[in-house]
């Protein structure tokens, strides 16, 4: 079986479908959340997501964009140097787009080639790596991680750092996080984001994966957005393209 993990699409639809364009023959695709904000296009996630029936848990800029949208604050009179990205994509989702994001589960848990997975958006405290056992342990829904056969581990998935990695915590216990499909942190000092970050499990063996894709429609719509001047900066950095024109 081969599995397709991906995290951390905010709303960069053209790096989402580069990567499902590539891993087409994915018996399943599982997202560990954060569909939306600091992106162009979040509708055109959702619509995909959507489409392809991808299964995915809530991330931190998910619930951020539905309590923006269900808030009493105004912005149709907000002048465009004050607009953030959360703004722009409440503008463009409707209703049910927001429905759909406060409807995403916290977690979910599934088995493939006899290893038993967790997910969730978020390891641990802020940015904080998932370092003990009872912390793995505690994902589990509130109990232990279920009884192996040798050779099968307890895997538990992550985004929100935006770091591929894979950390073992005992030899059948592991967290994973497959990375952002849409830019890396700030924190590894990249000038531009120029690749979607992913992971695949084939027969339980998990794969590293980094694809460059055309970045130039999302950076060039990303220019043209009336935003505070930090959020076009961000803009700039994450989809920056190496020929604008």
Not at 15 to 36: F, K, N, P, R
Not at 37 to 58: A, K, T
Not at 59 to 68: P, Q, S, T
């Amino acid at each position: 079986m081969k599995i397709l993990l991906i995290s951390d699409v905010h709303s960069n639809i053209q790096a989402l479908e580069a990567v499902l364009a590539v891993e087409v023959d994915a018996d399943a695709v599982y997202c560990a959340g954060d569909l939306v904000d600091y992106g162009p296009f979040p509708r055109e996630v959702l619509d995909l997501v959507r489409e392809r029936n991808i299964p995915c848990v809530s991330g931190n800029h998910d619930e951020r964009v539905v309590a923006f949208a269900r808030s009493s604050n105004t912005r149709a009179d907000m002048r465009p140097q004050d607009r953030h990205w959360v703004h722009q994509n409440v503008e463009a989702l409707d209703a049910g787009d927001i429905a759909f994001l406060d409807a995403l589960p916290e977690s979910l848990e599934f088995t493939a080639d006899g290893h038993e997975y967790h997910m969730r958006h978020q390891g641990a405290a802020g940015y904080e790596l998932m370092q003990l056992l009872p912390e793995f342990e505690a994902h589990w829904s509130g109990r232990r991680s279920p009884d192996l056969e040798p050779g099968q581990t307890a895997r538990v998935i992550i985004g929100h750092t935006h770091i591929q990695a894979v950390h073992y915590l005992a030899a059948d216990r592991l967290w994973l996080n497959p990375g952002s499909v849409s830019y890396r942190p700030t924190r590894q000092d990249l000038e531009v984001s120029r690749d979607a970050e992913y992971m695949t499990v084939v027969h339980g063996e998990i794969r590293f994966h980094r694809l460059a894709y055309d970045r130039r429609k999302t950076f060039l719509f990303t220019r043209d957005l009336p935003l505070v001047d930090s959020e076009k900066r961000v803009g700039q950095r994450l989809f920056g393209a190496d020929d604008p024109t």
